[in-house]
Nanobody, 124 residues
Framework: QVPLVESGGGLVQAGGSLRLSCAAS????????MGWFRQAPGEEREFVAA????????SYADSVKGRCTISRDNAKNTGYLQMNSLKPEDTAVYYC?????????????????WGQGTQVTVSS
């Protein structure tokens, strides 16, 4: 098991910004791909962004493209999701996930390890 711990969620007004962090502890897989997903009440978990181990390749959902930036610091075993120009429809629990593969996938079932989630609430 690879414990992943998210932090940085909270309540923010529309147009504001948040930076989510995902710290991996314990035995981490070699060169894992990191992803961020979100789940609103009554909705399915959906892909937000992902980044390969080297950081050279990133992928974003159309709904956040241009507003979010994913990054990682492998020396700290930590990933980040910078979210700007937040909208009420961004309100959800945000999860980070790790995939034991160098290839980015956008489906939740493709990821092997998950954090417990952090709540992001955007007020209008």
């Amino acid at each position: 098991q690879v414990p992943l711990v998210e932090s940085g969620g909270g309540l923010v007004q529309a147009g504001g910004s948040l930076r989510l962090s995902c710290a991996a502890s314990g035995r981490t897989p070699s060169r894992y791909t990191m992803g961020w997903f979100r789940q609103a009440p009554g909705e399915e978990r959906e892909f937000v962004a992902a980044i390969t181990w080297s950081g050279a390749v990133t992928s974003y959902a159309d709904s956040v493209k241009g507003r979010c930036t994913i990054s990682r610091d492998n020396a700290k075993n930590t990933g980040y999701l910078q979210m700007n120009s937040l909208k009420p429809e961004d309100t959800a629990v945000y999860y980070c996930a790790a995939r034991n593969s160098p290839v980015i996938k956008t489906t939740p079932t493709s990821y092997d390890y998950w954090g417990q989630g952090t709540q992001v609430t955007v007020s209008s």
